[in-house]
């Protein structure tokens, strides 16, 4: 069974940074995109940040420039470093993976139960 786990939310200041990381476990073969969503209050999930397996981002324009998403494969573990993060950032971030779970399956979504970000003075 594959689970995703975050961590790294937390409280934080306006202008202030966090790192978010997400760790991938259990038994499988590959994983391709990975990618950082969240979800506000009263909000849908959106899409945040975005990883391919050659190691190609992209990200969501307010974020863009402030942002950082990245993968250590050796780890199975994806990270959003976020800086100079703003009010509008505060929300549940989830993790999400495409894994490939035998050489010959396709990929399946998996997701993790999310971590809260709080951007307050």
């Known amino acids: 069974q594959v689970q995703l786990v975050e961590s790294g939310g937390g409280l934080v200041q306006p202008g202030g940074s966090l790192r978010l990381s997400c760790v991938v476990s259990?038994?499988?073969?590959?994983?391709?995109?990975m990618h950082w969503y969240r979800q506000a209050p009263e909000n849908q999930r959106e899409l945040v940040a975005a990883?391919?397996?050659?190691?190609?981002?992209s990200y969501k324009d307010s974020v863009q420039g402030r942002f950082t998403i990245s993968r250590d494969d050796a780890k199975n573990t994806v990270y959003l470093q976020m800086n100079n993060l703003k009010s509008e950032d505060t929300a549940v971030y989830y993790c999400n993976a495409v894994v490939r779970l035998r050489r010959w399956s396709v990929g399946t979504d998996y997701w993790g139960k999310g971590t809260l970000v709080t951007v307050s003075s």
């Open positions: 259990g038994t499988l073969f590959s994983i391709y995109n």
């Open positions: 990883i391919a397996s050659d190691g190609r981002t």
